[in-house]
């Protein structure tokens, strides 16, 4: 008790709640909870704006930070957290106290009870003892900077698990944490998080609407989160919305019953999937919870009309996304749906190339967008919920 | 107005292998060692099956496999679905393709987890299409269910028979692994272990093959758990190692095979042939057991189980439930053993594993061989198992890269752990395996003094404790077991016995 209220020589456990810091790398599936996690540390009584995340990804915060302190030789995503985790530790004005780093091992998902399962990918969950172990190997970088390192592991998709996981690892850490406050705390990070994603839904059905007004095209992102971080993905979707189309993003498109009803309800009623998020026609080995997500996003693109164009993310050396390769693209363009793909995206933004293909689907779209819309509305029933 | 449904794409869904055509039909499967999949095939004809392995995969089947599937998928699913490839090429060139696919099913684990393990179906799927097979039958089972039912149609009865007859297949070819390992590096005539293991392997194949049936359901677990049949073949084999004569008294290195599942299990081509290679070299092998592997998924099921204790009302019973299965598997693992007379390894415990790993990997890290290769590594080091670890790390492995950065922090604090992590590409063997040698080096020299120290503290010298041995033709069988003095090296613990020995 003495202990978890004064300390023991780390300042993560001498301050009081109000004036802990506690950084948290913005990294991996941190893009896809980030509400979470916020929602959750103010609910414990911790300032939000004492909530720090890393910047995002750049090659410069690798160099500035992460030199040296690499353990593994993999994707892009797993490989730059290095360089989060050394941003936080030696490069914040004011020092973190707690560098908070969760591992996640399954995720919360609009497909929850409709798959096999909702796991991370291995790195994902794992990211964070590989990279811990870059900062400890010679000597322990965090010891040194009097930070607390916390990295729990967390099963997102089983709530219940969570409060008993986080007060477990955090006790320590954070001054008088009872188990019943952070299961309060816990609630309300789910409930930050499904506000979040209820209001990201709903701004989609937004532009699918204007979309449908205007009878416009709109592009669709089949990506992992972590691609909307500017250094991962490249920002390719800020350059296709430059020329005038709106993009959406896979985790954020709106679920709502009648729009499902209107894209899925005949496969329903002839027996071929069990549900709107039923992928098991497509398929079957639904256990990572952002691959089936990027399925998903797959098969409701190829219906939406005026999603006249679909883009792929992957990451160079992603094990996770090559065997989605030829069913997304199969799935997409079964549709008559325009797919391009940007599959090894890596450090650097190849910015030359990057340029001419953004033109080549500015083209595309520009030229057979409106064709597209008008054959994949014929394919669906009436009344269409984005009109009515 | 009815819809028009974008259907251009469909998972594969094999046709039905119905019952009536088991007798016309042979199972293929494969990715185990050739002692597992020979006993393998004699349980399935023990049941009733037509059934047989795939040929040993070789480095045409990692090129095909990547031509077919995809290149940048990690090395094992390009073996399995490159192996799987070749054979119905070939077979397709002897009898097309419409035989083919008629006279032939594929059956493979794989139908679970969070890395590619889950997704083998979509590789295989790919490389069926590639090769026009599109039709051809393939069927995936999840590996942690004992009693999955009739599968494929009714064709195959995934039924404890099979399951439990295949769990004691492994578990006994692994203890003859472990011997065989244990008797190579020190047999006098070269070759006669080989033959030796070879003989057992088919002795074995014919006591499966005949195993008495002993209903479907819980009788046959508790029949293969109490019953004398598997030991008292194991007793056999053991007085075939007898007439092993070995010559134990030298300084050989101890090589802990840890890594991903298949690349270090399957012996050859898709592990650059390391055992065979590192035994050339003068090391004892210690292998990786498939048992380790079983041991590993009780300890999943228990802990995510463990997670609800105190949140779902039958958690408690429940992780009861599985910790006493646990518990016989070990039980009946440790009486195989001992029909060798305790001369193959133990299983590392499951929670020393755990706790071994705890600093620097959680345990519920999901994929691969989880903490189990921190764990394995430190406890071979630790406990005086082995002089040094080679870890077997597949290209394009998901978990495996992490447990490998991982180990950097381990090393941090452990920096006389011999440590040898060899990324295994199929395709660049010289490199892996000259990195593997410069680790092996100091691994002799550890050996050689670690000898040096026995013979020493004995007050023996070489010659002396050679006269000794040479009086005791007992110990120069290949089924005497060296007892532990607390060296690594079978050579120094039997220095050391051999100094007790004769003060007695
Ligand atoms: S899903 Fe792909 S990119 Fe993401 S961590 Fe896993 S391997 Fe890396
Ligand atoms: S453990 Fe690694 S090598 Fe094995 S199937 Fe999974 S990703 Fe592939």
Wanted: with cysteine; charged share 25%; glycine share 8%.
């Amino acid at each position: 008790m003495w202990r978890t209220w004064f300390g023991t020589g780390h300042s993560g456990s001498a301050r009081p709640r109000s004036e802990l810091r506690v950084g948290i790398p913005r990294t991996l599936n941190v893009w896809s909870t980030h509400q979470f996690w916020v929602a959750f540390f103010a609910a414990l009584g911790l300032q939000p704006s004492r909530i720090v995340f890393s910047s995002n990804t750049s090659e410069e915060q690798g160099r500035n930070f992460g030199r040296g302190r690499g353990t593994v030789d993999c994707c892009y995503p797993v490989k730059c957290m290095s360089g989060h985790y050394g941003e936080l530790v030696f490069g914040q004005k004011r020092k973190v106290d707690i560098l908070f780093s969760p591992m996640i091992r399954s995720l919360p998902s609009l497909l929850s009870g409709h798959v096999v399962d909702l796991l991370s990918c291995p790195r994902v969950m794992a990211g964070p003892e590989s990279t811990k172990a870059g900062f400890i190997r010679e000597k322990d970088a965090f010891a040194e900077q009097s930070i607390r390192y916390v990295a729990p592991l967390v099963c997102l998709a089983e709530p219940v698990l969570v409060p008993r996981q986080l007060h477990e690892s955090l006790a320590d850490v954070i001054p008088g944490l009872t188990y019943r406050e952070t299961r309060a705390a816990v609630d309300a990070g789910f409930a930050a998080l499904e506000d979040f994603s209820n209001a990201a839904r709903a701004q989609s059905r937004d532009i699918l609407r204007q979309c449908a007004r205007k009878n416009d095209p709109c592009i669709l992102v089949l990506a992992r989160p972590y691609h909307m971080d500017p250094g991962i993905g490249h920002e390719i979707e800020v350059d296709l919305q430059a020329c005038g189309y709106p993009v959406l993003w896979t985790q954020y498109l709106p679920t709502d019953a009648d729009v499902m009803d209107w894209l899925f309800g005949e496969d329903i009623r002839s027996g071929d999937i069990s549900s709107p998020f039923d992928i098991s026609d497509v398929w079957p080995s639904s256990y990572s919870s952002n691959t089936n997500e990027i399925i998903w996003g797959a098969k409701v693109g190829s219906r939406i009309p005026w999603v006249t164009c679909v883009i792929r993310l992957a990451s160079y050396e992603c094990g996770m996304d090559q065997p989605t390769f030829s069913p997304v693209q199969k799935i997409v363009e079964s549709s008559g749906t325009l797919f391009f793909s940007f599959q090894d995206l890596d450090c650097t933004k190849p910015a030359g190339a990057l340029k001419i293909r953004v033109e080549t689907i500015r083209h595309y779209v520009g030229q057979h967008g409106k064709r597209i819309i008008t054959r994949k509305l014929a394919g669906l029933g009436k009344p269409c919920p984005f009109t009515v | 107005m009815s819809q028009v449904r974008p259907i251009g794409y469909k998972a594969y869904s094999p046709r039905p292998f119905l019952k009536k055509d088991r007798e016309k039909v042979e199972i293929l499967f494969g990715g185990l060692s050739w002692r597992a999949e020979n006993v393998l095939q004699a349980l399935f004809e023990n049941l009733g099956y037509l059934a047989r392995p795939l040929p040993p995969p070789t480095r045409e089947d990692l090129m095909l496999g990547r031509e077919l599937a995809d290149i940048g998928q990690c090395c094992p699913t390009s073996f399995t679905a490159g192996n799987l490839a070749n054979f119905l090429r070939t077979e397709t060139d002897r009898i097309g393709p419409d035989a083919v696919v008629e006279n032939y099913v594929y059956l493979t684990a794989g139908a679970c987890g969070a890395c590619r393990f889950g997704q083998y179906r979509q590789s295989y799927e790919l490389a069926l299409r590639g090769l026009g097979l599109d039709s051809f039958r393939m069927f995936l089972l999840a590996q942690d269910e004992l009693d999955q039912g009739e599968i494929a149609g009714g064709g195959i009865e995934m039924n404890m028979p099979l399951t439990i007859g295949a769990l004691w297949a492994v578990l006994c070819t692994d203890v003859l692994q472990s011997l065989e390992y244990q008797t190579r590096p020190y047999e006098v005539t070269k070759g006669q272990t080989d033959k030796v293991v070879r003989e057992s392997v088919d002795f074995l194949c014919d006591k499966f093959r005949k195993r008495p049936y002993r209903g479907k359901k819980l009788g046959v677990l508790v029949w293969h758990l109490t019953t004398n049949y598997f030991v008292d073949a194991l007793r056999e084999v053991f007085d075939r190692f007898k007439a092993i004569e070995v010559d134990r008294l030298q300084a050989k290195p101890v090589v802990k095979i840890t890594g991903e599942f298949y690349i270090q299990t399957v012996e050859g081509a898709p592990s650059y042939d390391i055992h065979a290679w590192l035994e050339n070299e003068g090391s004892e092998v210690y292998p990786a057991a498939v048992a380790t592997w079983f041991d590993y998924l009780f300890r999943i099921r228990a802990q995510a189980i463990a997670e609800y204790v105190g949140i779902k009302p039958r958690a408690r019973i429940e992780l009861a439930r599985i910790k006493g299965l646990h518990y016989l598997y070990g039980w009946a693992y440790n009486r195989l053993r001992a029909a060798l007379r305790n001369i193959p390894h133990e299983m590392p415990s499951q929670s020393e594993l755990r706790r071994l790993a705890a600093p620097y990997y959680h345990h519920r890290l999901q994929g691969g061989e989880g903490d189990m290769l921190i764990g394995k590594a430190l406890w071979a080091h630790l406990r005086n198992k082995a002089h040094m670890i080679c870890e077997l790390s597949p290209y394009g492995c998901l978990p495996n890269t992490m447990s490998v950065g991982a180990m950097a922090g381990v090393l941090g604090d452990h920096p006389d752990l011999l440590y040898a992590p060899l990324e295994v590409k199929g395709d660049a063997e010289v490199h892996a395996l000259s990195r593997c040698q410069m680790v092996l080096t100091e691994a002799k020299k550890r050996a050689k003094s670690e000898f040096e120290a026995a013979l020493e503290q004995s007050g023996l010298t070489l010659e002396m404790a050679r006269e000794r041995l040479d009086a005791m033709p007992e110990m120069k069988k290949a089924t005497y077991h060296v007892p532990g003095h607390g060296w690594v090296g079978i050579g120094a613990n039997l220095v050391t016995e051999l100094a007790r020995e004769s003060g007695r």
